[in-house]
């Protein structure tokens, strides 16, 4: 079957560095997504990784092993805003989006 | 301001009951879809469209019916509301180039209390 496995919850200090891991099995693989969400509010799209290797945008930067079907979304100093649900999903074979739970992230002052 | 509005943001509905949810979408995406959001899972696919005039299952469809008359309407109805449909319902839309880089676009969410 396929499957997403993210942890459910992480705490951080702010202005700390934090790493959220996601493995994940799918039929074939067209790509690894990271989306944030608010408490309350919808997700939005953070990054997009299809190759092997670190895609950085500014304080939050994205990893993908295709070969280990793995894959972090890493947070450099953490501002209190950064406080949210992170949702990694990965893309199968049909273009269709298997989603993990999500991981929420607390930052502490 | 471009975008995707649900409509209504929450409404508590008595078992049995039939209830629409809207989704407009102005960004003339192709693709929408339909999605529950429930504690502990990820998200689910409910029903999706590729393109005006053609919808499809998702990993959840049952007691759900959707249709796409147009590019910028998507509307979910449940014909006759049950508890476990209490969740919270996203609308989502995407380019729909089945690129992988086919990133959604998700309105503010439906919260639907069944009772």
């Known amino acids: 079957g396929q499957n997403i496995d993210q942890p459910t919850e992480m705490t951080a200090t702010e202005g700390a560095i934090v790493q959220i891991n996601c493995t994940y099995q799918t039929s074939g693989f067209n790509g690894l997504f990271w989306y944030q969400q608010h408490a309350g509010e919808a997700p939005t799209f953070l990054s997009y990784?299809?190759l092997d290797g670190l895609e950085e945008k500014g304080r939050f930067s994205s990893f993908l092993s295709r070969s280990k079907g793995y894959s972090y979304l890493l947070l450099k100093e953490l501002q209190m805003k950064d406080s949210a649900s992170y949702l990694c999903a990965a893309m199968d074979s049909n273009y269709q989006l298997i989603w993990g739970a999500g991981t929420k992230l607390i930052i502490k002052p | 301001i471009a975008g995707i509005t649900q409509a209504p943001t929450s409404q508590i509905l008595a078992a049995g009951r039939r209830m629409t949810l809207r989704c407009t979408q102005d960004m003339r995406h192709n693709a929408m879809y339909w999605y529950r959001q429930d504690l502990g899972l990820g998200l689910r696919l409910i029903h999706y469209?590729?393109?005006?005039?053609?919808?499809g299952k998702g990993e959840v469809p049952d007691g759900y019916s959707v249709s796409r008359a147009n590019t910028d309407d998507f509307p979910l109805t449940l014909a006759s509301a049950v508890p476990s449909q209490t969740s919270v319902y996203f609308c989502a839309s995407s380019g729909g180039d089945n690129s992988g880089a086919n990133v959604l676009t998700f309105g503010a969410g439906s919260r639907l209390t069944v009772l």
């Open positions: 469209s590729n393109t005006a005039g053609t919808t």
């Open positions: 990784n299809v």
